[in-house]
């Protein structure tokens, strides 16, 4: 069964930058019919779909996001990251990585990551 982890600061100053390490194993992040996705939840909030990576290293972006948002992978180490540049507290939520099975239909996600916290505060 494939698992995913988390990994990154559970704090980081406005203005700054961060990244998150998804991990996974159990599974190679290049076999295709996946897309690995990025997914936030702000305290209080819905879950908010920030951007995927395909099994070919193809990425998408949330509009809303796509210009402070990067990710990227290291299929050696089968883990793909998410970088957030210019971080404001409005970006403190729970960050998930997740495993989209998109020959179902897209947004079908069959794997998550535990989620961790980024709380961005001066």
């Known amino acids: 069964q494939v698992q995913l982890q988390e990994s990154g600061p559970g704090l980081v100053k406005p203005s700054q930058t961060f990244s998150l390490t998804c991990t996974v194993s159990?599974?190679?992040?290049?076999?295709?019919?996946?897309?690995w996705s990025w997914i936030r939840q702000p305290p209080g909030k819905g879950l908010e779909w920030m951007g995927a990576?395909?099994?070919?290293?193809?990425?998408y972006y949330s509009p809303s996001l796509k210009s402070r948002t990067s990710i990227s992978r290291d299929t050696s180490k089968n883990q793909f990251t998410l970088q957030l540049n210019s971080v404001t507290p409005e970006d403190t939520a729970v960050y998930y990585c997740?495993?989209?099975?998109?020959?179902?239909?897209?947004?079908?996600?069959?794997?998550w990551g535990q989620g961790t916290q980024v709380t961005v505060s001066s």
């Open positions: 997740a495993r989209d099975e998109v020959r179902s239909s897209l947004g079908t996600y069959d794997s």
């Open positions: 159990g599974g190679s992040i290049t076999t295709n019919y996946y897309y």
């Open positions: 990576i395909t099994s070919s290293g193809n990425t």
